[in-house]
């Protein structure tokens, strides 16, 4: 595989240019924004500052992959969202089901299979395309706010509202290329404010749990 091979997957990239999705590129900044708001709230709370810390990489691999727009940082963009999923779902196991270590790692680890059987599921959805990918997540979130609506029905509550955000992030980003003849420069760039917002959100959720006190790990 050429790692260096360009790709052209978004409407408002039109040649291979540095600055070929200047909106693409420039709305990146919104995770790095998120981030630095988010990390002095968390002061305190290690899960909580480490998500603020891949909330901010996803913005640089973003950014690396809308101005270079090749396949190794295609790689540096999915690798951190991946990451922060992954943390938030372990951060979730401690602090919303009181798991120590080693049983939260292990159901963090079914986010995997999990992903793998609903994927395939997803893409046969006329039109989802590439957000197929995304789409288990807001979906294991509510079954997550589901889950926890008894237990800690604020937190459901904001994780509720986490998987609302997201799904009309994925939106805007599977009418990117439908949409390209009327908004030629994409719908994409709202894919990156959105999710932005989500996910400091989903931080802010947990901060505020922690905050009142329920938190069972940190």
């Known amino acids: 595989m050429d790692w260096t091979e360009q790709v052209d997957a978004y ?9 070929a999705e200047p909106i693409n590129a420039l709305t990146n900044l919104a995770f790095v924004i998120a981030a630095a708001i988010l990390w002095p709230r968390v002061r305190g709370l290690p899960l909580g500052q480490a998500l603020c810390v891949v909330l901010a990489v996803i913005g640089v ?17 999915v690798l951190p969202i991946l990451g922060y999923i992954l943390l938030y779902i372990y ?6 089901w009181g798991l120590r270590v080693w049983p939260a790692l292990a159901l963090t680890a079914l986010f995997i299979p ?15 395309g590439s957000s197929a990918a995304y789409a288990p997540v807001p979906l294991l979130i509510l079954i997550y706010a589901w889950l926890l609506r008894h237990r800690l029905p604020q937190v459901a509550r904001g994780l509720a509202i986490g998987a609302l955000i997201l799904i009309a992030s994925l939106t805007f980003r599977t009418l990117d290329e439908p949409l390209c003849d009327a908004i030629p420069f994409g719908t994409h760039f709202m894919w990156h404010i959105l999710n932005a917002v989500m996910l400091g959100w989903m931080i802010e959720v947990y901060r505020r749990h922690m905050l009142a006190g329920q938190g069972a790990r940190r």
Request: aromatic share 14%.
């Open 114 to 128: 999990y992903a793998a059987a609903t994927v395939p599921l997803f893409a046969m959805i006329p039109g989802l």
């Open 61 to 77: 691999g973003s950014w690396l992959f809308h101005t270079h727009a090749n396949r190794l940082t295609g790689l540096m963009d």
């Open 11 to 19: 409407c408002e990239r039109l040649g291979p240019d540095y600055w």
């Open 91 to 96: 951060t979730a196991n401690r602090a919303y």
